[in-house]
């Protein structure tokens, strides 16, 4: 389905509601399943938590989780230790090119029974579950966090716990902090000293727990955009967020006042955002603790024709969609000038935008969604609408809700 955001202008003042985090979500319906005396709330309507809620459920030998990249490698990690079960994991045609062997090494390493059914190093692959009984590994830390928060999910229920030694430089930190700040609050003792991270084994904490998932903070990162890009004096309240999160897309709050935009919390429940004055100095970013906002960021950017410097961007080339080269295609489609590197995007200062373009998503929830703030400024096509779903099923109502003219 495309869309068409007609020139639109938004509410003086307006709220949301935002889905929970798909990340915390994923997490923790993990360990809801490893320990079931767990209760959530709040847990993310998305597609990709839609489908880990039905993957820990199903008893059938193949599991499908389709584009959802968190699902692949906690279920490799899950499906690894539960003994006596076969399961063929496997996932969209992108799936199947984003790297999982880094995991499969570690989870073997551990004594785990894994094979690829196609390509060595991706999806699908057979898992034979068993008793893991090492406890130590090394693996690579560069690649993808989501592979050491697999382990360190799964890690609580192995006999002697896990001892985690991290190669390399780490990246995306903060995912493995919330890792380990969830596990904490079921009972799950854990250190991260250096690059070693050990978790201990724990049977025992089987109490009854309600545990609040926050809302996203990636999917908040669309409203800090259209506030930057709104007039001065224009406030979106988003809920349900607190000061202190996990996400460490919450850094939103910091880097968003160089674009005029402040944050105000309120009673740890929702946040004010305000569009309090203008800015255009040149922005210099290093992302790689918050790879997911590089895409909102750059298209704040583009639309305010703010130059910027986006660094520690490596690990975009292996997410639903090489988001280097999808960024820089689309950025210039709308007349800006772009150039990347396997790590980093230049923008340099543009003053017009091209109207009516209309935007290829590339299977990418975060292409649709990063571009739709154009429409602030001037008409946008927005291909394949519909894969919002994948982390924000409703962002295309809420959107409405607030003052978008949205057309199919
Ligand atoms: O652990 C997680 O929930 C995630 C970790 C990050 O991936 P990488 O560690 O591969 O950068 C992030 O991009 C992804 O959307 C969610
Ligand atoms: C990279 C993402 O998700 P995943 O890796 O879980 O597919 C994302 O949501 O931006």
């Given at each position: 389905?495309?869309?068409?955001?007609?020139?639109?202008?938004?509410?003086?003042?307006?709220?949301?509601?935002i889905t929970?985090?798909?990340?915390?979500?994923?997490?923790?319906?993990?360990?809801?399943?490893?320990?079931?005396?767990?209760?959530?709330?709040?847990?993310?309507?998305?597609?990709?938590?839609?489908?880990?809620?039905?993957?820990?459920?199903?008893?059938?030998?193949?599991?499908?989780?389709n584009?959802?990249?968190?699902?692949?490698?906690?279920?490799t990690?899950?499906?690894?230790?539960?003994?006596?079960?076969?399961?063929?994991?496997?996932?969209?045609?992108?799936?199947?090119?984003?790297?999982?062997?880094?995991?499969?090494?570690?989870?073997q390493?551990?004594?785990?029974?894994?094979?690829?059914?196609?390509?060595?190093?991706?999806?699908?692959?057979?898992i034979?579950?068993?008793?893991?009984?090492?406890?130590?590994?090394?693996?690579?830390?560069?690649?993808?966090?989501?592979?050491i928060?697999?382990?360190?999910?799964?890690?609580?229920?192995?006999?002697?716990?896990?001892e985690?030694?991290?190669?390399?430089?780490?990246?995306?930190?903060?995912?493995i902090?919330?890792?380990?700040?969830?596990?904490?609050?079921?009972?799950?003792?854990?250190?991260?000293?250096?690059?070693?991270?050990?978790?201990?084994?724990?049977?025992n904490?089987?109490?009854?727990?309600?545990?609040?998932?926050?809302?996203?903070?990636?999917?908040?990162?669309?409203?800090?955009?259209?506030a930057?890009?709104?007039?001065?004096?224009?406030?979106?309240?988003?809920?349900?967020?607190?000061?202190?999160?996990?996400?460490?897309?919450?850094?939103?709050?910091?880097?968003?006042?160089?674009?005029?935009?402040?944050?105000?919390?309120?009673?740890?429940?929702?946040?004010?955002?305000?569009?309090?004055?203008?800015?255009?100095?040149?922005?210099?970013?290093?992302?790689?603790?918050?790879?997911?906002?590089?895409?909102?960021?750059?298209?704040?950017?583009f639309?305010?024709?703010?130059?910027?410097?986006?660094?520690?961007l490596?690990?975009?080339?292996?997410?639903?969609?090489?988001?280097?080269?999808?960024?820089?295609?689309?950025?210039?489609?709308?007349?800006?000038h772009?150039?990347?590197t396997?790590?980093?995007?230049?923008?340099?200062?543009?003053?017009?935008?091209?109207?009516?373009?209309?935007?290829?998503?590339?299977?990418?929830?975060?292409?649709a969604?990063?571009f739709?703030?154009i429409?602030?400024?001037?008409?946008?096509v927005?291909?394949?609408?519909?894969?919002?779903?994948?982390?924000?099923?409703?962002?295309?109502?809420?959107?409405?809700?607030?003052?978008?003219?949205?057309?199919?």
């Amino acid at each position: 389905m495309h869309i068409t955001l007609q020139k639109s202008k938004i509410d003086k003042q307006s709220s949301i509601q935002i889905t929970g985090s798909k990340s915390e979500s994923n997490r923790l319906l993990l360990l809801k399943a490893l320990y079931p005396e767990i209760s959530l709330n709040n847990v993310s309507n998305s597609d990709d938590s839609n489908l880990m809620t039905k993957a820990l459920r199903t008893d059938s030998d193949l599991v499908d989780i389709n584009h959802a990249g968190t699902a692949m490698r906690f279920l490799t990690a899950y499906f690894s230790v539960q003994e006596g079960r076969e399961v063929t994991l496997t996932g969209s045609k992108r799936m199947k090119e984003r790297p999982i062997e880094v995991l499969v090494e570690a989870l073997q390493e551990l004594g785990a029974d894994i094979s690829y059914v196609e390509n060595e190093g991706f999806p699908p692959i057979k898992i034979k579950g068993k008793k893991l009984t090492k406890h130590k590994v090394s693996l690579k830390a560069n690649v993808s966090s989501q592979y050491i928060s697999a382990l360190l999910l799964i890690a609580s229920k192995l006999e002697n716990g896990l001892e985690l030694t991290l190669e390399g430089e780490i990246t995306s930190v903060p995912y493995i902090k919330m890792t380990l700040s969830l596990l904490d609050e079921i009972g799950v003792e854990s250190s991260f000293k250096g690059n070693v991270i050990t978790v201990k084994s724990t049977t025992n904490n089987e109490q009854p727990q309600t545990l609040t998932v926050e809302s996203d903070w990636s999917s908040a990162s669309y409203y800090f955009s259209i506030a930057a890009i709104s007039e001065i004096g224009t406030e979106i309240t988003l809920s349900s967020y607190k000061a202190n999160s996990l996400q460490g897309d919450s850094v939103l709050v910091d880097v968003y006042r160089h674009f005029g935009v402040s944050a105000i919390f309120n009673d740890n429940s929702s946040v004010t955002l305000k569009k309090e004055f203008s800015n255009l100095e040149p922005l210099a970013l290093n992302l790689k603790n918050a790879p997911d906002i590089a895409q909102t960021i750059a298209v704040t950017c583009f639309v305010l024709g703010i130059p910027c410097d986006l660094t520690g961007l490596h690990t975009l080339k292996i997410k639903e969609t090489d988001r280097l080269v999808a960024l820089k295609n689309e950025i210039e489609k709308l007349g800006g000038h772009v150039k990347i590197t396997d790590k980093s995007l230049h923008l340099s200062a543009s003053n017009r935008i091209n109207e009516l373009v209309s935007i290829e998503t590339y299977h990418d929830h975060r292409m649709a969604m990063a571009f739709a703030p154009i429409a602030l400024k001037t008409a946008v096509v927005i291909e394949d609408a519909d894969v919002v779903s994948k982390s924000y099923p409703s962002f295309w109502d809420d959107l409405k809700s607030i003052g978008f003219k949205i057309t199919k």
